[in-house]
């Protein structure tokens, strides 16, 4: 099965600053998620990007998708020490209507320095 | 409107004994999906089910695990003989409709084998 895998592992910043994460996938995919995840908590679902969509922004966040490298960026603008999290991208395989999983990457924590 | 419900959060069990995580998927959801969270690894997904149906269980391991979800009452995940590596974090989602739908994601149950 595919992977998302998120770059780069950890990532720390001055409040105030942007952060941006990647995710890069291997197979085609329906849509691509991103969810956070606050230390010991469950996972906050953040943005939903479809296949052909390109860019989508939620407040803060702006979400790019590029099919054509398998590839999508996280961009948190003006960071909050809030912030601080893991950042899981999950892609939707485009099986053909075959299995509902999402597949998640290993994170990246987000560091957010006051 | 309560999210998603996962309990218990924290179970400890000592080896060969048996583990059972329950999810109460969103009001007027009847697509659930469990994963599982490694240490120090991404979530991988397990098992997709609706109401009385198994959809796709390609993440289960072949023994000792099984999911159910009833007509009535919660989703079960349950683990029979449990080992120390069964240690994990276990989420369940659940959606409004299934293919490509946002999922929604408990709290999770963290699971101790001693």
């Known amino acids: 099965s595919q992977q998302g895998e998120e770059d780069p592992q950890a990532l720390s910043i001055q409040e105030g600053e942007n952060a941006t994460m990647n995710c890069s996938y291997k197979?085609?995919?329906?849509?691509l998620q991103w969810y956070r995840q606050n230390s010991g908590r469950g996972l906050v679902h953040l943005i939903l990007?479809?296949?052909?969509?390109r860019e989508k922004h939620s407040g803060r966040l702006r979400v790019t998708l590029d099919t054509s490298k398998k590839s999508s960026s996280l961009l948190i603008t003006a960071s909050r020490a809030a912030d601080t999290a893991s950042y899981f991208c999950?892609?939707?395989?485009?099986?053909?209507?075959?299995?509902?999983?999402?597949?998640f990457g290993k994170g990246t924590h987000l560091i957010i320095q006051p | 409107n309560a999210g998603v419900m996962q309990n218990p959060r924290h179970l400890v069990r000592r080896r060969g004994q048996e583990a059972r995580l329950r999810c109460s998927p969103m009001?007027?959801?009847?697509?659930v999906y469990w994963y599982r969270q490694l240490p120090e690894e991404g979530l991988k997904f397990m098992v997709y089910?609706?109401?009385?149906?198994?959809?796709?269980e390609s993440g289960m391991p072949k023994e000792r695990f099984s999911a159910e979800f009833p007509k009535e009452g919660p989703s079960i995940l349950r683990i029979q003989q449990v080992v120390r590596g069964d240690s994990a974090a276990y989420f369940c989602?659940?959606?409004?409709?299934?293919?490509?739908?946002?999922?929604?994601f408990g709290p999770g149950t963290r699971l101790t084998v001693l």
């Open positions: 089910l609706q109401k009385e149906n198994i959809i796709d």
């Open positions: 990007i479809r296949s052909n969509e």
């Open positions: 009001k007027g959801h009847s697509h």
């Open positions: 197979t085609s995919i329906n849509n």
């Open positions: 999950a892609t939707d395989a485009d099986s053909g209507g075959g299995a509902d999983g999402l597949t």
């Open positions: 989602a659940s959606s409004l409709t299934g293919y490509y739908n946002e999922q929604f």
